[in-house]
């Protein structure tokens, strides 16, 4: 695939999506994680937009070695294809706990006046529901301390010669 829209290059494009979507993905994921009310109300729209990213950032991958073999290497920019290609696991682990969030509340902490629950005892509860916070903690902030750390790279890489002048 060329990865251009009337001759422009959609890397900037897709990368702008990706920056948006993985951090709110993340971002509700670790909120959901302590604040169940909002957790509830946002129900399937947090594992939507973390399956948005997970779709996006391959894409932001693909558009961008694509655009690497139509600039002049650099240093830089072999930095930020490094980091690029660490932030597909990341997104992937955002997207799975994001559904297992909407999962667990969804057919577990649902009262049962609303729906018909599987049985799990209290030592489970707090295991299961501990261990989501703890994912949603590392998988979060993991992601966007990397997300951070690619978006900076990407600018030095681009903008590292326009100061030179």
Request: hydrophobic share 55%; aromatic share 6%; no cysteine.
């Amino acid at each position: 695939m060329d990865w251009q829209f009337d001759g422009l290059p959609l890397h900037p494009l897709i990368v702008h999506l990706v920056t948006v979507a993985f951090p709110t993905a993340s971002l509700l994921v670790l909120v959901g994680a302590f604040w169940p009310a909002l957790r509830r109300r946002l129900g399937v729209i947090t594992p939507l937009i973390a399956l948005v990213s997970l779709i996006a950032v391959p894409l932001a991958t693909s558009s961008g070695e694509a655009l690497e073999e139509r600039v002049d290497s650099s240093a830089l920019l072999e930095a930020h294809t490094q980091l690029g290609d660490t932030l597909l696991p990341w997104a992937i682990a955002v997207f799975v706990v994001a559904v297992a969030q909407w999962a667990w509340q969804h057919w577990v902490l649902t009262p049962e006046a609303q729906r018909p629950r599987p049985a799990v005892r209290g030592g489970a509860r707090l295991v299961v529901g501990t261990l989501l916070i703890v994912l949603a903690v590392g998988t979060s902030v993991g992601g966007i301390v990397t997300t951070v750390r690619i978006g900076h790279s990407g600018a030095e890489a681009v903008w590292s010669d326009s100061s030179e002048g």
